[in-house]
């Protein structure tokens, strides 16, 4: 994608997105003057400190001193990165990203997915064609995403009001699942009737066909008759029937697949208790988490997340208060998982029915400790009890203590599970071999394998201590263990084969934006230059960059008179040389189409920033602005209108002043050629002309 189609596509979704509807969908927002205000998402807010300005388009926190537009704030409030926030948004607005395949060939995915049924896989499909609406097989992936919502509205409504449902309601309310737990985690039946999603459909080809991409139709080959004739009979019927079920939706609260519960007693009570979606377009069950969609505004306040094994577990604890916890879909928590919930989170706990299945996890616990960098607890409950069990019978309260006295973090846990049965003191050999079992499984952690950060060189030399500690054994002895366990493991990991990473989408398509593919300009600055002050604006270049973006039509005169390698900020020097190719293509680069342009989440809180400390200076009357208690804060009277001979005035004032700071610059770089040896005598003597020259200017002046 060029960078003027990367920045056009960015402008369409701005103007088609109302920043104060969107805020409004994850915070209540009532009028105050001209602005919005409400309690910021992101600390504990008691008194609203959240203004959004829906003229400008953008928002501000202050006291966290957090702002930006509407791509910031879905990459703040989501956790997401900005290719991830202008998908949502395009989404959103219905806005279709250039280059991006966000489809299915009905007949070409349901071929490969039947062979792939017959052959026992289920493989994610790749879409071999992009964005051909015309084709009467092609479904879009939007229209995936409305058909399944529309499938589970169905299973929802048929729960809550067919007389077949009865005993799904009876068993819900038997597990302690309210009807308002029902309601907002829009739990559904599927009912047995095999052709009832025929009749729902009324026959439609095209239709059946989208509910069998989205694994919600199913066909099985069944064989009737004698030895001399058999009759095949492969019409679709419903995957889940006769079970309850759990939409799972991913965090922009769609609907990607359901979980299904067989009932006691039903007539498919034999077959797997639980069953899920297969992989789809817009499922895969290694990235995505039952209950993240209400859980993740709770992780992050609370910094914390609870992993659940089951989907009723995850319920009843958002029922006891525990609106932080989630649930695994299945299957293991895995890399994929930890990486998703240290987006919302610091702390990761994993809810574990008893002893045995502690036992189990504990290595993987471990590894996911040490690869990913995430503090992990592991709570093992008492007596073999599931979380809904051990809520029901020791309450909210009951739950607190265990969880805050008798966790224990993964290194802990894992030495507790590996040492079982083994008499440390005396049998060296059943210690050294669960050493080495549990060294086996940090060697083998990827961190472990290529680059690692500061904070997981922490974490290993703690780990290495602890061990030592536990074991009895000297920390070298145990680093040298380690460094030979990991030799091993990196000789036979060189020599398998890798296998292909999950990044991207589900289903293959293509990412919005190649990296690299647009210019350096809109990946924002380097980490370095936001951590240290020294590099950031001084007074002389906010001065500029306040009045530019308060009135952006003095970027002429700045333009023309100021180079942009004098200024001696990075930012200022990025934000000079967007606006300079903003200017370049006859666009006004105005506060909105600054704060567009950038990708940098930093870069815009920083760009509100100095635009609000601008109008409230000099440049324009302010808005009214709230402070952290609430209060409407009312700003210095201006002392003179804006008017244009103001804004001449104060456009040779900064220019002066950028000439004064290149003479000074230049100044001091002759007066240190004059003191070295590198000029010859006549070059000395141009070189002090110069500086007489220079001086005089500078005095006429003045």
């Known amino acids: 994608m060029s960078f003027s189609s990367y920045d056009s596509v960015k402008e369409q979704i701005r103007e088609a997105i109302d920043i104060v509807e969107l805020v409004s969908r994850y915070v209540p927002l009532r009028r105050q003057g001209a602005n919005y205000v409400g309690r910021c998402p992101w600390h504990d807010d008691s008194r609203p ?61 349901l071929k490969k997915d039947r062979q792939n049924e017959k052959s026992g896989q289920n493989e994610n499909v790749e879409d071999g064609r992009s964005g051909i609406n015309d084709d009467p097989a092609y479904v ?7 058909a399944m919502q529309w499938a589970c509205d169905r299973y929802h409504h048929a729960l809550l009001n067919l007389e077949e449902a009865l005993p799904a309601r009876k068993y819900l309310e038997d597990r302690g699942i309210t009807r308002a737990s029902i309601k ?8 047995l009737e095999r052709d009832w999603w025929i009749n729902q459909l009324k026959g439609d080809p095209k239709r059946i066909g989208i509910l069998e991409v989205l694994g919600v139709l199913t066909r099985r080959q069944e064989e009737e008759g004698g030895e001399d004739r058999s009759r095949r009979s492969n019409q679709p019927y419903d995957r889940f029937r006769g079970r309850v079920l759990f939409p799972i939706r991913d965090t922009q609260d769609r609907t990607v697949a359901f979980g299904g519960r067989v009932l006691p007693n039903a007539p498919f009570a034999s077959r797997a208790k639980y069953i899920n979606s297969p992989e789809t377009p817009l499922f895969s069950k ?32 958002h029922q006891y208060g525990f609106s932080d916890a989630v649930a695994v879909l299945g299957t293991a928590l895995g890399a994929e ?9 610091d702390k990761i706990y994993l809810i574990l029915d008893g002893d045995e299945a502690g036992r189990k996890r504990a290595n993987e616990v471990l590894e996911l400790f040490v690869a990913q960098g995430a503090d992990m607890s592991v709570l093992t409950l008492p007596g073999g009890e599931d979380p809904a069990e051990y809520l029901e019978s020791q309450g909210a309260e009951g739950f607190t203590l265990l969880l805050e006295h008798e966790s224990l973090d993964a290194l802990e846990h894992a030495f507790v599970a590996g040492t079982r ?24 952690a990827p961190a472990m394998l290529g680059q690692i950060d500061e904070q997981r060189i922490l974490r290993l030399e703690k780990t290495i201590q602890r061990l030592s500690q536990r074991f009895g054994i000297d920390e070298g002895q145990v680093r040298r263990r380690l460094k030979q366990i990991r030799s091993n493991e990196q000789s036979r990991t060189q020599s398998r084969t890798h296998t292909r990473s999950f990044e991207g989408d589900t289903f293959g398509a293509e990412p919005v934006v190649e990296r690299g593919s647009v210019p350096d300009s809109r990946h924002g600055i380097d980490e370095s230059v936001w951590n240290d002050p020294r590099q950031w604006p001084d007074g002389l270049e906010r001065e500029l960059i306040e009045l530019w973006l308060a009135d952006p039509t003095t970027h002429y005169a700045f333009w023309e008179h100021i180079d942009t390698d004098w200024f001696r900020s990075p930012i200022t020097r990025a934000i000079s040389r967007k606006s300079n190719e903003m200017f370049d293509r006859e666009k006004l680069p105005t506060f909105e189409n600054l704060l567009t342009s950038f990708d940098d989440v930093r870069m815009k809180n920083f760009l509100v920033d100095l635009d609000e400390s601008g109008r409230a200076k000099r440049m324009v009357p302010p808005a009214p602005t709230v402070d952290a208690e609430g209060n409407t804060l009312e700003h210095e009277a201006i002392e003179q209108p804006y008017t244009e001979e103001t804004k001449e005035r104060l456009v040779k004032e900064i220019i002066a002043s950028f000439d004064r700071r290149r003479d ?21 003597i141009d070189t002090l002309a110069n500086l007489l020259e220079r001086q005089k200017k500078k005095h006429e002046k003045k």
């Open 49 to 109: 400190s959240l203004q959004v300005n829906p003229q400008r388009q953008s928002y501000k926190c202050w006291v966290c001193n957090v702002g930006g537009d509407i791509f910031s704030f879905i990459m703040q409030v989501e956790k997401v990165d900005f290719r991830e926030a202008l998908d949502i948004l395009a989404e959103k607005a219905g806005i279709r990203l250039p280059d991006k395949r966000d489809g299915v060939r009905l007949d070409g995915f």
């Open 286 to 317: 290694h990235r995505l988490l039952y209950g993240l969609d209400i859980a993740r505004l709770t992780m992050s306040k609370t910094r914390r997340a609870l992993v659940m094994e089951g989907y009723t577990d995850c319920i009843i604890a």
């Open 664 to 684: 000074d610059h230049r100044h001091r770089l002759d007066i240190g050629k004059l003191k070295g040896d590198s000029l010859s005598k006549e070059e000395k």
């Open 421 to 444: 049965g083994i008499d440390l003191n005396n049998d060296i050999v059943g210690g050294t071999a669960a050493l080495d079992r549990l060294l086996a499984v940090i060697a083998k």
């Open 337 to 345: 998982h930890v990486r998703i919930l240290k987006r919302f989170s």
């Open 140 to 146: 879009s992936k939007k229209t995936l995403y409305q």
């Open 184 to 191: 907002q985690f829009q739990i559904g039946y599927a009912p």
